[in-house]
């Protein structure tokens, strides 16, 4: 049985096949530039100054605020400088940048032994010193998403190994190269808030990550693969909670209202590595794929400059039209070459000028493709309307902030309107308006 959702596109290119082939390989850079702001929730605060050396898995940041996490140096060496720079927000981040010494020294580490023997209550705390956030994108902090609170109970622990975007296959290589460690993730997560149930699943456009992750699961307590049917945003959280287990995540609700917390792949391997390894989030996966001389799936130094990466890949074969990180449908077009990449950077997509090219909006012709695509069950006809009226509580009304910027709406419009991109300007305005206790 193949499980998935209601409505989503199939995607008529997805650009995997160059890199899903590539095996894993480490890249070690001479300096990384640590953002503060890798994680939803308040910005850390750097407790290191320029001049100071550090070692690997040093604290060079504390946390703040409850979905607050710490940042650790990915690399041994000298503090060259704490500065803001313009980064994938409105406004400057803070970033701590380390010159590499290359002696790879090492703080001491306090790892805690087997998943399946340590002591349960000690493993959100061992993960929130880690400093694990969520590796697929959003970035939510990993410990605050399994602190439930009172009355509230989990069911079942879904681990997304779907990677449904385009170009991206840093997930399917962790999953065939290191299946254990996304078990081994699952338990622990599974063991902390006693959940008995904890399914792994994927699209079945990856048999040989379904099938090595079947040799993983095999005799762990409660742990299951499910094979998905390929289908885009599968990944998307609702949709995955969907297709699994038939639920329905209730409109401005989250998945622990149903019972159910999903955990991406990486995720899971980041919290194995602190249970077992007592070692913090300094490193992942990112696939590095589009135009560029040699693509690849690189273990990259968290703060790792993407300048550094394209040059060791070979740079362009022809000149660049834009970078992202992330995929065609949902990734974030980078200001710059010299920004670094984060812990939740699962791809570095380069388009030539040609893919690059923005498409000049048609009229609507009133074909109700974006109603029959919306995975939400939206209607981006008429928040369109609203938005380009700026019609903020009209847009609201119809439900905006639950659109979760898929970008299935735009993909089918044959006019080439701009759907996903008004709702993402119209969902920061509301929540900025949200946040100075202003009327919408």
């Known amino acids: 049985m193949k499980y998935t959702f209601k409505r989503g596109v199939h995607l008529s290119y997805g650009g995997k096949s160059v890199t899903s082939v ?59 400088a704490v500065e803001k720079i313009p980064y994938l927000m409105k406004d400057p ?46 970035s939510f902090p990993t410990h605050v998403k399994l602190t439930l609170k009172p009355g509230q109970k989990c069911d079942v622990i879904i681990v997304n190994g779907a ?29 902390a808030l006693n959940v008995e149930n904890g399914v792994i699943a994927i699209e079945d456009n990856k048999p040989d990550a379904i099938e090595a992750m079947k040799r993983a699961a095999a005799g762990r307590d409660g742990v299951q693969v499910f094979e998905l049917k390929t289908k885009y945003p ?14 329905q995540v209730p409109s401005g609700g989250l998945p622990i209202d ?33 135009c560029v001389r040699h693509p690849a799936n690189l273990m990259l130094p968290i703060g790792t400059i993407v300048e550094d990466i394209i040059g060791y890949l070979g740079g362009f074969p022809e000149e660049p039209g834009k970078i992202t990180f992330g995929g065609a449908m949902t ?12 812990k939740s950077t699962n791809g570095i997509v380069v388009f030539n000028e040609r893919e690059a090219m923005s498409m000049e909006e048609g009229p609507c012709i009133r074909c109700a493709k974006c109603v029959h695509a919306c995975p939400i069950g939206l209607n981006p006809y008429r928040i369109k309307v609203e938005a380009d009226a700026d019609r903020l509580d009209a847009a609201k009304k119809l439900n905006v902030m639950d659109c979760m910027l898929c970008g299935c ?30 009327k919408a």
């Open 234 to 247: 599968q990944g998307g959280e609702k949709q995955l909670i969907d297709a699994v287990t038939k639920k």
């Open 163 to 191: 990677e449904c975007e385009t170009h991206l296959t840093a997930d399917h290589r962790l999953m065939l190269e290191f299946p254990q460690r996304v078990v081994d993730g699952l338990r622990a997560a599974m063991r």
């Open 409 to 438: 709406c735009s993909y089918v419009c044959p006019s080439r309107r701009w759907l996903s991109a008004s709702f993402k300007i119209v969902k920061e305005k509301l929540m900025r308006q949200a946040k100075g206790g202003q």
């Open 331 to 342: 990734g974030l077009c980078i200001p710059n070459m010299q920004i670094p990449m984060m």
């Open 258 to 290: 149903i019972g159910v917390i999903v955990l991406n792949v990486g995720t899971c391997a980041a919290i194995a590595d602190a249970i077992i390894d007592g070692m913090p989030l300094i490193k992942r996966i990112t696939t590095i794929t589009g």
């Open 22 to 80: 590539l095996p894993v390989r480490e890249y070690v850079t001479d300096y990384v530039k640590l953002p503060m702001s890798m994680h939803i929730g308040a910005p850390s605060e750097p407790c290191v100054k320029k001049g100071d050396l550090v070692k690997i898995g040093q604290v060079v940041a504390n946390p703040v605020g409850p979905l607050g996490i710490p940042v650790h140096a990915s690399v041994s060496g000298e503090v060259t």
């Open 93 to 138: 981040v803070t970033v701590v940048s380390i010159k590499n010494d290359f002696r790879e020294e090492w703080v001491e580490l306090n790892p805690l032994g087997s998943v399946e023997s340590v002591d349960p209550a000690l493993i959100v705390p061992a993960i929130r010193d880690a400093g694990i956030c969520g590796m697929g994108g959003a």
